[in-house]
């Protein structure tokens, strides 16, 4: 097949994605050993699109969800890709969007009966004092949208209103949107890997430790940029079929195509919770979570699951 794995300029982007240059270029040596005809393909504006869609490639990687325009606008690449009969990976625009917000992905999934950490949207001022707040200290505060750990610190966790009023006006400042504010879980977190194979599901689960910090341990930026976070597998008979559940229906509660990560953490009485989708999951060969975990968990190699993820993604008679 000849397909183009198609990417934006992405330092400035703090959404799900493959990741850097790097992370596609593996994914493209990867179709390459498979026996495709593949290019990464960096674009900045729909003409960029278009050229790709008039070259007419078999299939389109899309190793982000959109183009952000100079006009503040956004390009989404399922949306367009469809729009002009290319096949891609992953997901539909509606369902991307689910990755893009914590709050839809946090509502339909308890619309379907899973449990989610109890929230409530804020802004400064909204909530001018702690009578205000309906959820009991304490708290976890982080963006609505941002992915990889952005906004996500030490600070992120509140015992008191002050430190929320500072959270919430240092997340605001940042991100210029509204903040979500989520009942605190002090228990495990995971992080698990799905992926669609000819109608079932091939679901890699896989325990994220952060280091501990002042008695807590949170998966931030700094943690994922320095990668001094441990992964490791389930062995706890009791844990791992809970993990497993609440991926299989969060991920089909969402509606998610292709493939797709879903974070989970337990509260203080071993509950598991969905936290949020990742729907265009890192690819970084030797530390994306995404291959990492179907590597430790079901013994794929990172050609496999290259190969698994654009499976799905075109018509069987091609």
Same mark, same amino acid.
């Not at 062995?235 to 559940?245: F, G, R, Y």
């Not at 991926?247 to 493939?259: H, I, N, T």
């Not at 071993?270 to 970084?284: D, S, T, W």
């Given at each position: 097949?000849?397909?183009? +794995?198609?990417?934006?300029?992405?330092?400035?982007?703090?959404?799900?994605?493959?990741?850097?240059?790097?992370? /596609?270029?593996?994914?493209?040596?990867?179709?390459?050993?498979?026996?495709?005809?593949?290019?990464?393909?960096? /674009?900045?504006?729909?003409?960029?699109?278009?050229?790709?869609?008039?070259? $007419?490639?078999?299939?389109?990687?899309?190793?982000?969800?959109?183009?952000? *325009?100079?006009?503040?606008?956004?390009?989404?690449?399922?949306?367009?890709?469809?729009?002009?009969?290319?096949?891609?990976?992953?997901?539909?625009?509606?369902? *991307?969007?689910?990755?893009?917000?914590?709050?839809?992905?946090?509502?339909?999934?308890?619309?379907?009966?899973?449990?989610? %950490?109890?929230?409530?949207?804020?802004?400064? !001022?909204?909530?001018?004092?702690?009578?205000?707040? =309906?959820?009991?200290?304490?708290?976890?505060?982080? =963006?609505?949208?941002?992915?990889?750990?952005?906004?996500?610190?030490?600070?992120?966790?509140?015992?008191?209103?002050?430190?929320?009023?500072?959270?919430?006006?240092?997340?605001?400042?940042?991100?210029?949107?509204?903040? *979500?504010?989520?009942?605190?879980?002090?228990?495990?977190?995971?992080?698990?890997?799905? +992926?669609?194979?000819?109608?079932? *599901? +091939?679901?890699?689960?896989?325990?994220? +430790?952060?280091?501990?910090?002042?008695?807590?341990?949170?998966?931030?930026?700094?943690?994922?940029? !320095?990668?001094?976070?441990?992964?490791?597998?389930?062995?706890?008979?009791?844990?791992? =079929? $809970?993990?497993?559940?609440?991926?299989?229906?969060?991920? &089909? %509660?969402?509606?998610?195509?292709?493939?797709?990560?879903?974070?989970? $953490?337990? !509260?203080?009485?071993?509950? /598991?919770?969905?936290?949020? %989708?990742?729907?265009?999951?890192?690819?970084? $060969?030797?530390?994306?979570?995404?291959?990492?975990?179907?590597?430790?968990?079901?013994?794929?190699?990172?050609?496999?699951?290259? &190969?698994?993820?654009?499976?799905?993604?075109?018509?069987?008679?091609?």
């Amino acid at each position: 097949m000849q397909i183009e +794995i198609v990417t934006t300029p992405n330092d400035t982007l703090k959404e799900t994605g493959f990741g850097p240059p790097q992370a /596609c270029e593996s994914v493209m040596q990867s179709l390459l050993d498979s026996g495709h005809n593949a290019v990464v393909t960096v /674009c900045k504006n729909e003409p960029d699109l278009a050229a790709v869609v008039k070259r $007419k490639p078999d299939l389109v990687v899309a190793a982000v969800k959109y183009i952000p *325009l100079d006009d503040g606008e956004q390009l989404w690449l399922s949306e367009y890709f469809e729009n002009h009969g290319i096949h891609y990976t992953g997901s539909s625009k509606n369902v *991307l969007s689910y990755d893009s917000s914590k709050v839809a992905a946090k509502k339909q999934v308890a619309s379907r009966g899973i449990d989610t %950490a109890d929230f409530f949207i804020t802004s400064p !001022d909204w909530h001018k004092s702690e009578q205000d707040i =309906p959820l009991p200290f304490p708290l976890f505060i982080k =963006p609505t949208s941002a992915a990889n750990g952005n906004g996500i610190d030490t600070d992120s966790l509140v015992y008191d209103f002050s430190h929320f009023q500072k959270k919430v006006a240092s997340l605001y400042n940042e991100y210029a949107q509204s903040v *979500l504010v989520e009942e605190y879980l002090d228990g495990k977190e995971f992080t698990v890997a799905v +992926i669609e194979d000819n109608g079932s *599901l +091939i679901v890699a689960p896989v325990e994220i +430790i952060p280091p501990e910090e002042g008695g807590v341990r949170i998966l931030g930026a700094k943690v994922k940029n !320095d990668n001094t976070e441990v992964l490791k597998k389930i062995n706890e008979p009791s844990i791992l =079929p $809970k993990v497993i559940d609440i991926a299989e229906r969060s991920f &089909r %509660a969402l509606g998610v195509k292709d493939f797709g990560r879903i974070d989970i $953490k337990m !509260d203080h009485y071993g509950q /598991c919770h969905f936290l949020e %989708a990742n729907l265009v999951p890192g690819m970084k $060969k030797d530390s994306s979570y995404f291959p990492r975990s179907c590597e430790m968990h079901a013994g794929l190699d990172y050609d496999e699951v290259v &190969r698994l993820i654009i499976t799905g993604a075109v018509e069987p008679t091609i």
